[in-house]
């Protein structure tokens, strides 16, 4: 088996305005597609991070599984990139900015939405995989109906994800990233891609292999590591809601900072 794709596309791709993202038209899934679904691997259930795989070193010293504003994720060094974004990567060095999108309770993008150090729960259903991340409370669609990757996709904070399996594994491609804060120490341009490879190591561990693609930026592929989580079939996602009693703040220069005091104490 090479590819296989859950879901059928059944009418015409419909474009939208000019330089938006295709969308598709799929039939409503029938008994043999929720048939076609229980013969794949089962990566449903909440999975966490599992000891000691939280992912390689990171270019800071850090780990991939480290919060967002923290989470650099990366197998060490940096991509080899092509001399114009060399320069750009020299250009940000000398010029450092910091990003205080954690204070302002703004989500990291994509590959560090995956590696944040909470539980995620997937779930499959014919022509679609959802990850739902409690981290930020957010949510991730895979679809698996046979659609290709956009041509010309909207800039998103998680892209346009398409999956397909093989064999054993689901492999997810990416496109469309915004340039938003998304733990990369790197410069990469509109050309990015995600590629993520999820295949059960055990009955209840799961790896997900992450590789960045760049043509533009980069002279080869970068291998980001490989993450191991475990699944616990007991545990349901848990609300979370980033603003309530947030401590940080941004001051006027843009900085971020915290407030140490007690926000549900009584003024004295």
């Excluded at 780990?63 to 990567?89: M, N, Q, V």
């Excluded at 590629?195 to 209840?204: A, H, I, M, Q």
Aim: aromatic share 8%; net charge neutral.
């Amino acid at each position: 088996m090479d590819r296989v794709f859950l879901g059928f596309v059944t009418a015409s791709l419909l474009f939208g305005p000019a330089g938006s993202a295709q969308s598709v038209t799929r039939k409503a899934p029938t008994a043999a597609d929720w048939t076609s679904l229980a013969k794949l691997p089962d990566l449903s259930g909440v999975w966490e991070s599992a000891p000691g795989g939280r992912g390689a070193a990171t270019p800071n010293g850090g780990r991939a599984g480290a919060p967002a504003g923290g989470g650099r994720a990366g197998r060490g060094g940096a991509p080899s990139l092509t001399p114009a974004y060399a320069a750009k990567a020299q250009a940000r060095a000398a010029n450092p900015v910091e990003e205080p999108q954690a204070a302002n309770c703004l989500p990291p993008g994509l590959p560090a939405i995956m590696n944040q150090p909470y539980p995620i729960e997937i779930l499959l259903t014919p022509g679609k995989v959802t990850i739902v991340i409690e981290a930020y409370t957010q949510v991730r669609h895979i679809y698996t109906d046979g659609r290709p990757l956009p041509e010309d996709p909207n800039p998103l904070f998680y892209g346009t994800s398409v999956g397909h399996w093989e064999d054993d594994t689901l492999v997810v491609e990416t496109v469309g990233l915004a340039q938003v804060p998304r733990g990369l120490t790197f410069p990469y341009s509109e050309k990015l891609k995600v590629v993520e490879r999820f295949r059960l190591t055990g009955p209840d561990t799961l790896s997900i292999e992450t590789t960045l693609v760049d043509p533009e930026a980069f002279t080869a592929p970068y291998s980001m590591g490989t993450r191991s989580l475990a699944r616990h079939r007991t545990w349901t996602i848990a609300e979370y809601i980033c603003e309530e009693n947030n401590r940080n703040f941004v001051d006027d220069k843009g900085s971020a900072g915290v407030k140490l005091s007690n926000p549900l104490s009584s003024a004295k």
